[in-house]
Structure formats: structure tokens, C-alpha cells
């Protein structure tokens, strides 16, 4: 089963909206990284949170770790058009670094 | 090299013929992971490199597939006798050892016809 599970699986939104994305995981993690994909090719990090923290933040990024839940969102403020892409959450469950992704959530957001 | 280089970009091939997918990681990047991504689909993992030891393969669908890295650098995935549920994009990343962030390639977009 996946680990990393995300919702929506689409959104779409208007420019200058927030939009919150949602990722749910199975098993306890070491840490839980989000990645954006343009054009179905290789995905750029985000940021990772580790399991002891609770909030981060990174530009118009903010990022929750709830680990009673085994939930994380990711919340982009102002949103852009070029905000565009296919967003994973990946749950990092193990020692080496492997993450576990989900199906991810394809965001758009219309000018 | 400044990123994950993967080669060829785009590769189609006939079904049943073997093919190799390139992987050059940044350098000094100690780990290096093989997913694959069928359309539309998340990322699915396929192994792990730690330095040139595979200590996790788990993801490797069937005997088909294999992997090695040498020199704790270049990683090479092959295929053999491809099948069309092969096509995929696949992509290699790597990162520091541990729990970093990971640096994806471009990944290559793989039609098995």
C-alpha cells in the first residue's frame, strides 16, 4: 500500500487564492518531503520536515507535520499561475533516506 | 556535474529487446534511488544505492530488471526483454547520505511499441 497518500487529486484555483494540499502516510517516518513535477518529467524539492518538528515554512511555502495523525499539508499563499504542476508528498520511513510517494495532486491555477 | 544527468532522454524500443538507462548523480551524492512513474501515476521505487551496494532492491518488479553502479557514481538500469507495461518514465535521484532532500534527474520517457 502507498505511504505517501495525497488529497485532492486535482485542484484548481485562481491566481493570487491559497491552495492546501493534504498527504496521509501509514508507518512512522523520519521525516516527510514535499516535490513539485512540471511536464511529468523530474521533480524538484520543496521541503522536508523532519518528524520531530511540526510547522516550516519557505517562502510562500508552508508546511504541517501532524504525527498523531500521520497527516502533512501543504499550503501555497498566493498562488501563481506558474504554481502549475503536480505536487508529492513523500514519507521518509527509513534509515537510508527511501521515500514512499503517493499519486500526487495536480494543481492549476487560472490567471 | 551541477544535477542528476539521465540518458537517453527518450528512449522507444521494440518489444522483447533489452535496454539501459543511464543515471550520473551529482557528485559526492552517496545514495542514489531508481523510480519509475507510469503515466499519470505516482512514483514507484524500484532500488537503492548506497556508495555501490544495492541494499535495497525491493522495488525491482520481476529478474527482468537489474542495476549496478560503479565507482560510486554512474548508475546503469537495465531491462530485459522489455514488455509494454515497461513503458514508463524512469527516474533516478540521489542525495547525501540519510534523510536529504533528493535531486531528480529528467528522468527518461521509456515506449516499449
Known amino acids: 500500500s502507498q505511504q505517501g497518500e495525497e488529497d485532492p487529486q486535482a485542484l484548481s484555483i485562481q491566481e493570487g487564492e491559497n491552495a492546501t494540499m493534504n498527504c496521509s502516510y501509514k508507518t512512522s517516518i523520519n521525516n516527510l518531503q514535499w516535490y513539485r513535477q512540471n511536464s511529468g518529467r523530474g521533480l524538484v524539492h520543496l521541503i522536508l520536515i523532519r518528524s520531530n518538528e511540526r510547522e516550516k515554512h519557505s517562502g510562500r511555502l508552508r508546511v504541517t507535520l501532524d504525527t498523531s495523525k500521520k497527516s502533512s499539508s501543504l499550503l501555497i499563499t498566493a498562488s501563481r499561475a506558474a504554481d502549475t504542476a503536480s505536487y508529492f508528498c513523500g514519507a521518509g520511513g527509513t534509515s537510508y533516506g527511501k521515500l514512499t510517494f503517493g499519486q500526487g495532486t495536480i494543481l492549476t491555477v487560472h490567471p | 556535474g551541477a544535477g542528476v544527468s539521465q540518458s537517453p532522454s527518450n528512449k522507444v524500443t521494440e518489444k522483447g529487446k533489452d535496454v539501459e538507462l543511464r543515471c550520473d548523480p551529482i557528485?559526492?551524492?552517496?545514495?542514489l534511488y531508481w523510480y519509475r512513474q507510469r503515466l499519470g501515476q505516482g512514483l514507484e521505487f524500484l532500488i537503492y544505492?548506497?556508495?555501490?551496494?544495492?541494499?535495497?532492491k525491493s522495488g525491482l518488479p520481476s529478474d527482468r530488471f537489474s542495476a549496478e553502479r560503479t565507482g560510486e557514481s554512474v548508475s546503469t538500469l537495465t531491462i530485459q526483454r522489455t514488455q509494454q507495461e515497461d513503458s514508463a518514465v524512469y527516474l533516478c535521484?540521489?542525495?547525501?547520505?540519510?534523510?536529504?532532500?533528493?535531486?531528480f534527474g529528467s528522468g527518461t520517457r521509456l515506449t516499449v511499441v
Open positions: 535521484a540521489s542525495s547525501q547520505q540519510g534523510n536529504y532532500g533528493y535531486t
Open positions: 557528485s559526492g551524492h552517496t545514495a
Open positions: 544505492f548506497q556508495g555501490n551496494s544495492a541494499p535495497d
